[in-house]
């Protein structure tokens, strides 16, 4: 059994958009440090979160290395090739698909729908003698999953038979012998969860994308595969199990049996729809004999989580039933096979929040009255209570709440506003003012703080009326840059000014500091700074004019000497007296 389970989270590409959340039919997403990763055991392997991510952060497990490695150790490797390839590879034939499957290594390529018509030999059997009660299809694992975990009620509904794909693989391993391997290829991510708890039919499955990226990795381009026409899906082509990939397509099959005509054939697609028919609903409620085809994804098969979906769904619904030779009655075949299966239930079990848990989640994020329930979806979770639950069980964060988050960054700003010393102010592309502090209004004047007492923050007045540089903040809007003025000349004061874009060509914002008393400072301590160092220069000035008068003098006497005194070593001593003094 695989460790890794089929669906995960690269959280370095997860953009906390909580998506996932929100789309998820189970909420079996747990968002920690921003980034949203798949619970596995609330999880029922839909995929359809792979599907919606827009960053493309949920990943499917590549299973193309379990195939490689099986197809290395030399053993038999088949495919069991679900139905639904002919929408997917379009206009590629069976014969060039089978050419390119044993390419990759396989030996044989096989039909999924073989198995579906064993499925349904053996559910049309059971239901010639129902008369009561309905019977839900198994063909789907993820209706099968979400019945275990979350209706586990209706788990004795299931009909007792082993899905298509698993009948399938036991129906080679009963033809080609127990020791070969089965890798299973369709469009399904569920399909690796039924591979992984019955290893001892299904060796691995692989999506249609893996499919191609295999295709790709070998070089193997399907438009330019050269078959020849001996190629054929062994033991024997399909027939009518091809229609499965389509909704209702397993009621069809049942339908050509006459003695099914009591039965309220019933088909369902799209989970919540089923979720629909079912909440609420107890098995013994049913007086009928109903049987209900169940698929996951909407229109069935043909559009499930592992395709391309290049086509309009109509497109590819036509496909599948072109390529199916439906025949006009049941035909009659002998099942060896023991496809006898029975579901457990998986109840999800998650801890109970008490009311007081909720009501201290709920004030967590701000809301203590109803009033404050906004029930806006944000979060992902249809109401604010079903997100507060989800923080008691630790599957949420408070910052998922976008009203709480909104409303605490007004917050901070309208106190960061309210406290700054300077003054701030917040334009639109039409220069009408988005915001200001009182700050601002108190800079310029006693006219404009009125206004700001009568309407704090003077949405929608007109900055070309407040300031007369208006020009800077249409120079900002038009040019992208920021603009600085330091000590900008206004009337008797001096103001710096920083403008700088906030959203480009549509909004910029300015804080303004009136440094008027701070220059005259400036001023007066560089006028106090000057003089002091005049003076200074006049004092040095003052003493080298009387060190040159001395040193004139000493020359003056010393020439005398000389002129008196010819003794040189006299001379050479009188000189160094002079030295000694002077030092």
């Not at 960061?416 to 601002?440: A, H, K, Y």
């Not at 000389?562 to 160094?576: P, R, V």
């Amino acid at each position: 059994m695989h460790k890794a389970y089929p669906i995960y989270t690269v959280e370095t590409e997860c953009q906390d958009c909580y998506k996932c959340v929100r789309h998820c039919p189970v909420k079996a997403i747990k968002v920690g440090n921003g980034h949203a990763t798949v619970i596995p055991e609330l999880c029922i392997a839909c995929g359809h979160c792979v599907e919606i991510c827009p960053a493309h952060a949920k990943k499917v497990r590549n299973d193309i290395t379990i195939a490689k490695e099986f197809i290395k150790e030399n053993k038999a490797v088949y495919v069991s090739l679900a139905p639904s390839w002919i929408s997917d590879f379009e206009n590629i034939s069976p014969e060039q698909m089978i050419t390119a499957l044993k390419q990759l290594g396989f030996i044989g390529i096989s039909e999924t729908a073989l198995g579906a018509q064993a499925v349904t030999a053996n559910v049309a059997d059971m239901l010639k003698n129902h008369s009561q009660g309905a019977i839900i299809s198994s063909a789907c694992p993820v209706i099968v999953e979400y019945i275990r975990k979350y209706q586990s009620d209706f788990v004795p509904a299931i009909s007792k038979f082993l899905s298509p794909a698993l009948a399938h693989a036991g129906l080679l391993r009963q033809t080609y012998g127990k020791d070969i391997a089965v890798i299973f290829i369709g469009p399904c991510i569920a399909k690796k969860n039924e591979a992984d708890r019955h290893p001892e039919l299904i060796n691995a499955a692989l999506t249609f994308n893996e499919l191609r990226n295999w295709f790709a990795q070998e070089n193997i381009n399907l438009d330019n595969v050269i078959s020849n026409n001996a190629e054929a899906f062994v033991p024997e082509p399909a027939e009518e199990g091809a229609i499965y990939p389509i909704a209702g397509g397993m009621n069809k099959t049942l339908q050509l049996i006459p003695e099914l005509k009591n039965i309220v054939l019933t088909d369902l697609d799209g989970l919540e729809n089923f979720k629909l028919t079912l909440d609420d609903l107890k098995p013994g409620q049913i007086d009928e004999p109903v049987f209900i085809e169940a698929l996951a994804c909407n229109g069935g098969c043909v559009h499930g989580p592992g395709v391309q979906h290049k086509s309009p769904g109509l497109l590819e619904r036509l496909r599948i039933t072109a390529n199916c030779r439906l025949p006009e009655t049941s035909p009659e075949r002998e099942y060896k096979l023991n496809i006898a299966d029975t579901q457990k239930a998986d109840n999800v079990e998650e801890n109970e929040v008490t009311l007081q848990e909720l009501q201290q989640a709920l004030r967590s994020i701000g809301k203590t009255t109803p009033e404050d329930e906004l029930n806006c979806g944000g979060c992902g979770y249809d109401s604010c209570r079903n997100f507060a639950t989800a923080l008691v069980q630790q599957k949420a964060e408070t910052s998922m709440c976008v009203s709480f988050m909104r409303k605490q960054a007004q917050k901070k700003a309208n106190t960061l506003l309210r406290t700054i010393p300077s003054g701030v102010v917040i334009v639109d592309q039409n220069l009408e003012l988005i915001e200001c502090n009182r700050r601002f209004a108190e800079i310029f004047g006693s006219d404009i703080l009125d206004t700001f007492e009568a309407k704090p923050g003077m949405g929608g007045a007109d900055l070309k009326r407040l300031l007369p540089f208006y020009d800077l903040f249409t120079n900002c809007l038009n040019g992208g840059r920021d603009i600085y003025r330091n000590s900008y000349r206004l009337d008797n004061r001096l103001l710096d000014i920083t403008i700088f874009s906030i959203e480009a060509n549509e909004v910029v914002g300015a804080v303004i500091s009136d440094v008027t008393n701070t220059e005259l400072r400036r001023e007066q301590i560089a006028k106090r700074a000057s003089e002091v160092i005049n003076k200074n220069l006049n004092t040095v000035q003052d003493i080298a004019c009387k060190l040159g008068e001395h040193m004139a003098e000493t020359e003056i006497l010393l020439r005398s000497i000389s002129e008196e005194y010819a003794d040189d070593k006299l001379l050479d001593d009188i000189k160094k007296e002079f030295k000694r003094g002077g030092e």
